[in-house]
């Protein structure tokens, strides 16, 4: 594909791909679980610098997928910064 060609290409692409709809999502939301579910939605509430420092590699060691989901963390992002930063 020449360069020019690909600036082209990129538009279709966008236009093309599947859209994520709850009836497309259904059955792998009945296989995992509502609890699964939940666990996994509720880390969407992490502040964007939170995100950013795991991006990176520089979260500390105690904070993992694992301490996210047991611990049930705020969603006011002041408070998630507070605790997370005692980790």
């Known amino acids: 594909m020449e ?3 690909r600036g082209v290409f990129r538009p279709w692409l966008q236009m093309h791909r599947p859209v994520i709809t709850m009836t497309s999502i259904q059955p792998w939301l009945t296989r995992q679980g ?15 610098d939170v ?3 795991i991006a990176t590699g520089e979260q ?6 694992d301490y996210l989901i047991k611990t049930r963390f705020s ?11 005692a980790l």
């Open 3 to 5: 360069k020019g060609e």
């Open 60 to 65: 500390p060691d105690g904070f993992t997928m």
């Open 34 to 48: 509502n609890r699964r579910v939940q666990d996994v939605t509720n880390l969407a509430l992490l502040a964007p």
């Open 75 to 85: 969603a006011v992002w002041s408070e998630q910064r507070e605790q997370f930063a």
């Open 51 to 53: 995100l950013d420092g």
